[in-house]
């Protein structure tokens, strides 16, 4: 059987590397996280990211991963198999699409975090366990509007 791949976790920090928020779908130690995060800063830290929406992506072990800042933020998203650079970059840029929609600007630390369970749905609407699940802008906005606590 081929491995289709899989997304193995998604993280949103500030420019300066305080993670905001994190989903981690694979099972991995709290010494490979940090190694994850660690990857993530060096190669955002590496790059000039005063360009909203820019795309960079990077090689991590057998995986890679792509990166995308907005605003005071960078959005990350690390997967193997199908799942490529230009499949995690249109992966990013429909997750912060959604979110400029539903926070109605583009999503900042503040922001995302007074709005925090908008995030939250977001990310889940798009990504079910590492699996890919939709990328229909106005798909994902339905979909959390069920679900939404703010409403």
């Given at each position: ?110 922001l995302l975090l007074d ?19 939709a990328v229909d802008k106005e ?13």
């Amino acid at each position: 059987m081929m491995d289709i791949g899989r997304l193995h976790c998604f993280v949103v920090a500030t420019k300066g590397g305080d993670v905001l928020y994190e989903r981690f779908w694979d099972r991995f130690t709290e010494l490979e996280k940090a190694e994850i995060r660690a990857a993530f800063s060096t190669a955002s830290g590496n790059v000039r990211l005063q360009y909203d929406d820019q795309d960079f992506i990077a090689p991590y072990k057998t995986a890679r991963f792509a990166f995308i800042p907005s605003a005071d933020t960078v959005f990350y998203l690390m997967g193997s198999g199908e799942y490529d650079e230009l499949g995690l970059v249109e992966i990013l840029r429909v997750i912060i699409s959604v979110l400029k929609d539903v926070l109605g600007k583009a999503p900042s630390a503040a922001l995302l975090l007074d709005k925090y369970a908008r995030l939250c749905l977001v990310v889940d609407e798009v990504i079910n366990e590492g699996l890919l699940e939709a990328v229909d802008k106005e798909a994902i906005k339905k979909g959390i509007k069920g679900k939404a606590p703010w409403e």
